[in-house]
């Protein structure tokens, strides 16, 4: 097996929007760094389960739309 092949891993902060901190294992910047997010799993709608509406007046799904209408989607 290669020797150096895997990066090294090592523990840093990760500081949430809300300001809360946890640490963790990884191979980002050095140990002891704080990672700041400015999205997390705390406010994203990805995780949150918010509303997402595509609004759209004109646009890519509009056009897309349009183009595809006689198809049957």
Avoid at 21 to 44: A, C, F, M, N
Wanted: glycine share 14%.
């Amino acid at each position: 097996m290669k020797k150096n092949l895997h990066p090294e891993y090592h523990v840093i902060n990760v500081k949430m929007t809300d300001g809360t901190e946890y640490q963790t294992r990884s191979t980002w910047g050095k140990e002891g760094d704080t990672l700041v997010l400015d999205i997390d799993p705390t406010v994203h709608p990805a995780w949150t389960g918010g509303t997402g509406r595509i609004l759209d007046q004109g646009g890519r799904v509009s056009k897309f739309k349009k183009k595809y209408e006689g198809l049957g989607f």
